[in-house]
């Protein structure tokens, strides 16, 4: 999770882009001209910094999620254990919905081929190991309750995380639904998918778990 140091103007845009898009705005047909006045800029200005309005997009929603990512992982810090942090993880999607929301949006994102999309693989691409923060993050959650002499493999990890992903996600889903989440709330559920993936995760720390 890189920190990255913005330019104020840089700044106002990515600020514009995640309210809009907290709003409800539909990113294939957002105007630039839309962006810039919630930003308070000149439309010609941002060309100064951005070659396409899909270049804006892109950069908003990861440098808001690498942002997301790095306050979350600064509070997971005095945790003791992985549930905990899970449970601190799933909390946080509850409290911080909109900076959660840009998270998963940049990973649905990834999926689909809209110039959006296109334009954040190509961000992501300059990175190291094309990873998104979401997915270090929880590569080092992991990581801390294998312990440093672990070795698991790569695939294993791969798997470990994808797994973890795809829990936070249906978490999301599960978050906006209001009818099941006035009938049933979040205690039980956010309960039951930590030990889901802290079972997960045991069952590779066992020596005796066949990985064949």
């Known amino acids: 999770m890189d920190k990255q140091e913005l330019s104020p103007k840089v700044q106002a845009v990515y600020r514009a882009v995640v309210e809009l898009f907290a709003e409800g705005a539909d990113l294939n047909t957002l105007t630039v001209s839309e962006i810039t006045a919630r930003a308070g800029i000149g439309k010609g200005t941002v060309y100064d910094y951005f070659s396409n309005k899909e270049e804006m997009l892109a950069g908003a929603l990861y440098h808001e999620m690498n942002v997301a990512c790095q306050e979350l992982y600064e509070r997971l810090k005095d945790k003791k254990n992985l549930f905990e942090k899970m449970e601190q993880i799933l909390l946080d999607m509850e409290n911080y919905k909109q900076k959660m929301e840009c998270a998963f949006k940049v990973v649905h994102?990834?999926?689909d081929n809209s110039q959006v999309s296109k334009q954040l693989r190509e961000i992501l691409q300059k990175k190291e190991n094309?990873?998104?923060?979401?997915?270090?993050?929880l590569q080092m959650l992991i990581r801390e309750e294998f312990g440093e002499d672990s070795k698991v493999s790569e695939e294993?990890?791969?798997?470990?995380?994808?797994?973890?992903?795809?829990?936070?996600?249906?978490?999301?889903?599960?978050?906006?639904?209001?009818?099941v989440l006035e009938k049933f709330g979040t205690k039980t559920m956010?309960?039951?998918?930590?030990?889901?993936?802290?079972?997960?995760v045991?069952?590779?720390?066992?020596?005796?778990f066949d990985q064949g």
């Open 202 to 208: 045991q069952n590779y720390k066992q020596p005796a």
């Open 130 to 137: 094309y990873e998104i923060p979401l997915y270090q993050m």
């Open 109 to 111: 994102l990834l999926m």
């Open 156 to 179: 294993d990890m791969l798997y470990l995380v994808m797994n973890t992903i795809s829990k936070l996600v249906c978490y999301a889903m599960y978050l906006n639904n209001d009818v």
């Open 190 to 200: 956010r309960e039951r998918l930590c030990k889901n993936v802290c079972r997960e």
